[in-house]
């Protein structure tokens, strides 16, 4: 077994990344996949969705080479949490000439461990997300159906896929996605459904199950329960998730 890593990854803030890694991770996780979720992001919100509070070790001792810990959430499912603290690897990687390959290589004591390893980087441009895309055998992209939505989405593909292009050769953005997920959408609304259709005009197949917008999401994150689960009305876009990463992962979906 040799872990796919994916990364569930966009620059903007808030379209759910998190709330995305957190429900894929368990819904994999029940289908008896075994799924590692690394949190790149200092802000620790999956860590607290998950409900860890205080973690001993972290993401930054997983990049720094160092001994750490992972926490074991559910069966099947384990977690390396973040805290505020990994936000000083964007200033050590400066002095490091493999800065943009410490994740990719730190993944490597693990992947024989894993189905899956699910990557939640911040909202930004920075080395965090560049070592995300660079160590990610494919992306999961989120969009809310709003305009600034489908603009974040031509930025990652247009200046983030030039970028990773040049440091990654032969590596073009678009033949690595897995998933464009359409998020918050609230289909009373004009606006969105026309960005809906844009999305699924401009990029077809890849487009998975819409993800509504809804209270539940926050109310199943505070509780620490997965939607699939706090709110079983919820949870076919995830079920048709789960299945997409399985084919494209080449574990057919009726295994074990
Ligand atoms: N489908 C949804 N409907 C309504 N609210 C949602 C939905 N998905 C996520 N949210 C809420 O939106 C907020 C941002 O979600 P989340 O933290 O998952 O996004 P993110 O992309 O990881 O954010 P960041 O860019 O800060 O890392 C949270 O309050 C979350 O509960
Ligand atoms: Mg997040």
Redesign the pocket.
Known sequence: MAAKVIAYA?Q?????????V?NLAYLLASRGRKVLVVEL?P?G??RRFFGIDKPDTTTLQMLRGERYHIVTVAENLDVLPATPELAVIELEAQSNPMWGAMLREALDDVRGDYDFILL?P??SLSILMTNTIFAADGLII?VETEEEGYNGLLLLLNTMGETMGRIRKHWRIKDNIIAIVP??HDRRLTHHREVLALLQQNYGPLVSMV?????K??DS?SAHIPIYQFAPDHAAPWVELAERVERWGGVSSNAR
């Open positions: 966009i903007k803030g808030g379209p759910g990344k998190s709330t995305g957190f992001d802000q919100t999956l939640d911040p909202p989120p998020t918050k993800v509504r917008d809804s209270v999401y926050p994150t």
